[in-house]
């Protein structure tokens, strides 16, 4: 199967009061073209920044991070931008929807930079009807439950048809039964669509799920305890 990710002794420090703080120590993992990984940890190991590096959203301290065999830590602020907006989507514990924009114009948002196409909004459309949303699409995200707002965030993440999906924490703010749901829908959608899936999270139960679980801990990621 083909590589699409690969990130290479990657370090992450930041300042801090009482000096420099190393939240990640040597991160080395590779992540293939339609998998689905899970990275497991407890609040507060490092996950998100993890999730941030991988997202073009952080360069790091020091390491490579290769997307499509690219490293974007040599690339420029509007470089990483386009990566980020042409290839990768990202879903966040909180939605980050735009209150004052429907469902649709929320979801088409990502497609604004390069310019909304007729092909682009049917896939909104289609995509919105995949996840039962296709009646909510005149409604602003102050009208629709917890996991409805997460499953428009999931397809913004994914109208540019990215190779590459992430998921930080998504199911955090969840109930058990939506987040069960939310589960199914990532996994569905990594199997429909082809695009690799990572998820960062300490529910055990959604990283279980996955095609392989690596855990963070100490700023590093444990090969004991890896399952695949």
Not at 65 to 89: H, S, Y
Not at 207 to 220: F, I, N, S
Request: aromatic share 2%; with cysteine.
């Amino acid at each position: 199967m083909q590589m699409l990710l690969e990130l290479k002794n990657v370090k992450r420090g930041f300042a801090g009061p009482m000096g420099a703080v190393d939240v990640l120590r040597g991160i080395s993992v590779s992540v293939e073209a339609g998998s689905a990984l899970a990275i497991l940890g407890p609040s507060g190991c490092g996950k998100s920044t993890l999730l941030y590096l991988m997202g073009a959203l952080d360069v790091p301290t020091s390491g490579q991070v290769l997307l499509d065999g690219r490293d974007l830590t040599d690339l420029t602020d509007d470089e990483r931008a386009k990566v980020r907006n042409t290839r990768i989507g990202i879903v966040f514990q909180a939605h980050h929807l735009l209150a004052q924009l429907t469902v649709r114009e929320n979801v088409l948002v990502p497609a604004l930079v390069t310019g909304v196409t007729d092909e682009v909004e049917e896939r909104a459309r289609r995509l919105l009807d995949r996840v039962g949303l296709a009646d909510r699409m005149g409604h602003t995200p102050s009208t629709l439950s917890g996991g409805e707002r997460q499953r428009v965030a999931v397809v913004r993440a994914l109208v540019n048809s990215p190779g590459l999906l992430l998921a930080d924490e998504p199911t955090g703010s969840l109930d058990r039964a939506t987040g069960d749901a939310l589960g199914d829908l990532l996994l569905e959608l990594n199997r429909e669509e082809g695009t690799a899936l990572v998820v960062v999270t300490h529910s055990e139960t959604l990283a279980a799920r996955m095609d392989r679980v690596l855990t963070l801990t100490d700023g590093k990621l444990d090969p004991a305890k890896e399952n695949t």
